[in-house]
């Protein structure tokens, strides 16, 4: 069984992620394997917030090549989580913009 913490591995910082904050859109990388349900869970468990709505997209790996040897890096999933007009906001982001 997965916790809470397997589920959402790290914020995205971006400008673009950051723009976002305002209309409390928050940017979470989640494992690869986990659906909707378990990311509203986990961000509701982690920082006691209400999840109006979640968003995913999984991110290809790109194409990389040093030399003559070539590989890709690896695939990502991003979810857009936007929380209630009643929730508080989520403290990581705060100081950031």
Request: net charge positive; glycine share 6%; proline share 1%.
């Amino acid at each position: 069984m997965k916790t809470a913490y397997d589920v959402i591995l790290r914020p995205v910082i971006t400008e673009k992620s950051m723009a976002g904050i305002a209309d409390k859109k928050y940017v979470f990388e989640v494992a690869t394997d986990s659906n909707k349900v378990e990311i509203r869970k986990a961000i509701e468990e982690i920082f006691k917030v209400k999840v109006l709505s979640v968003n995913t997209i999984n991110v290809r790996g790109k194409e990389k090549r040093v030399g003559v040897h070539t590989g890709c890096t690896a695939k990502k999933k991003k979810a857009i989580v936007r929380l209630t007009e009643d929730s508080k906001g989520i403290e990581i982001f705060e100081g950031m913009f």
